[in-house]
């Protein structure tokens, strides 16, 4: 496996010194295919309150498949990408101070594949290994105080209408697979620090959740050919409409927006300011009184001439302890 793509007819041979930098000039638009199911995520949910001493175990599978597409002049066309991840996550609510706490930890396990036409030949690369784990932390600030297993049914039965305003701080480590001599990686070799506030206000069986976030990058130092990568914070807006149908059903749409993220070579802008619209669909089902499971669809769209467009299906089981 070379740096980059892999020629189609040419076993082995490299992309050569146009396309090494083509490809460099829109790494973030290839690598994204290994970073959305970590950075644009469409979560419902985020700020549900349960009891505190509550965990959670969950396993999950998505597969995204998707188009991407280059400006002209890169001579880089047809493109396409297709991801598998599978990933096992556990959360934790806790009393902070009064209040309903939560640590998430994220481990995920990629295989992707991805092919084009570079400079008239067909190139394709895949990858297998570990991507970048995900903790976050998160506190509701405002409403949400800490209610016991005992206390938790009565709680919610005396407060069908509540608003709760909630802070987390997720931290992506870079641990994932990443190997400085090949341009698509699953690892991004550098920290990204999310901060996010979200407001979450239920009525009876209806739930409304509005959530913002930045990313923020550190600089990857060792990026392909002893260069070096940054990239400007990218901004999302996320919002969901929920509603619980009984007997541990539930289901969900929602719609987010992206946008900034501009990346930096040497210091050389790139010009690939990101602006993406996911959109999408997910359902609950209760498979035991403490499991259930989670099923869904996601749509990514990119508002600007150079991007990705994905589609997502993913399916989780958790068990609640």
């Given at each position: 496996?070379?740096?980059?793509?892999?020629?189609?007819?040419?076993?082995?041979?490299?992309?050569?010194?146009?396309?090494?930098?083509?490809?460099?000039?829109?790494?973030?638009?290839?690598?994204?295919?290994?970073?959305?199911?970590?950075?644009q995520d469409l979560e419902p949910r985020r700020w549900t309150q349960l009891p505190v001493g509550t965990n959670i175990l969950g396993v999950g599978y998505?597969?995204?498949?998707?188009?991407?597409?280059?400006?002209?002049?890169?001579?880089?066309?047809?493109?396409?990408?297709?991801?598998?991840?599978?990933?096992?996550?556990?959360?934790?609510?806790?009393?902070?101070?009064?209040?309903?706490?939560?640590?998430?930890?994220?481990?995920?396990?990629?295989?992707?594949?991805?092919?084009?036409?570079?400079?008239?030949?067909?190139?394709?690369?895949?990858?297998?290994?570990?991507?970048?784990?995900?903790?976050?932390?998160?506190?509701?600030?405002?409403?949400?105080?800490?209610?016991?297993?005992?206390?938790?049914?009565?709680?919610?039965?005396?407060?069908?209408?509540?608003?709760?305003?909630?802070?987390?701080?997720?931290?992506?480590?870079?641990?994932?697979?990443?190997?400085?001599?090949?341009?698509?990686?699953?690892?991004?070799?550098?920290?990204?620090?999310?901060?996010?506030?979200?407001?979450?206000?239920?009525?009876?069986?209806?739930?409304?959740?509005?959530?913002?976030?930045?990313?923020?990058?550190?600089?990857?130092?060792?990026?392909?050919?002893?260069?070096?990568?940054?990239?400007?914070?990218?901004?999302?807006?996320?919002?969901?409409?929920?509603?619980?149908?009984?007997?541990?059903?539930?289901?969900?749409?929602?719609?987010?927006?992206?946008?900034?993220?501009?990346?930096?070579?040497?210091?050389?802008?790139?010009?690939?300011?990101?602006?993406?619209?996911?959109?999408?669909?997910?359902?609950?089902?209760?498979?035991?009184?403490?499991?259930?499971?989670?099923?869904?669809?996601?749509?990514?769209?990119?508002?600007?001439?150079?991007?990705?467009?994905?589609?997502?299906?993913?399916?989780?089981?958790?068990?609640?302890?």
């Amino acid at each position: 496996m070379d740096g980059g793509f892999r020629r189609g007819r040419r076993r082995g041979a490299t992309t050569g010194t146009h396309g090494a930098l083509s490809l460099l000039v829109l790494l973030g638009v290839l690598s994204a295919g290994a970073g959305t199911a970590l950075a644009q995520d469409l979560e419902p949910r985020r700020w549900t309150q349960l009891p505190v001493g509550t965990n959670i175990l969950g396993v999950g599978y998505e597969i995204r498949t998707g188009d991407i597409r280059f400006d002209p002049a890169l001579r880089i066309s047809d493109a396409t990408f297709t991801l598998h991840t599978a990933a096992v996550a556990y959360n934790h609510y806790f009393d902070l101070w009064g209040r309903t706490a939560r640590f998430d930890c994220l481990i995920p396990v990629q295989t992707g594949e991805w092919r084009g036409m570079v400079n008239g030949e067909r190139a394709s690369v895949s990858r297998r290994g570990l991507a970048d784990p995900r903790i976050r932390f998160s506190v509701n600030l405002i409403g949400g105080a800490s209610v016991s297993a005992e206390d938790y049914a009565e709680y919610i039965r005396s407060q069908s209408e509540r608003t709760t305003i909630g802070a987390a701080l997720s931290l992506y480590l870079p641990l994932g697979d990443y190997d400085d001599d090949k341009l698509i990686n699953l690892g991004q070799n550098r920290f990204t620090i999310r901060p996010q506030l979200g407001v979450l206000h239920t009525r009876g069986p209806w739930s409304f959740e509005l959530t913002g976030s930045t990313f923020f990058y550190t600089e990857n130092d060792d990026f392909f050919g002893d260069n070096s990568l940054e990239q400007d914070p990218l901004f999302g807006m996320q919002a969901h409409v929920v509603r619980t149908l009984g007997g541990g059903f539930w289901l969900s749409g929602g719609v987010a927006y992206a946008w900034g993220g501009e990346t930096q070579v040497n210091g050389i802008e790139n010009d690939d300011a990101r602006s993406n619209l996911l959109y999408g669909l997910s359902f609950g089902v209760p498979v035991s009184g403490n499991q259930s499971l989670r099923v869904g669809y996601i749509r990514s769209d990119t508002r600007v001439d150079t991007g990705a467009d994905s589609h997502c299906l993913f399916l989780s089981w958790t068990l609640r302890f």
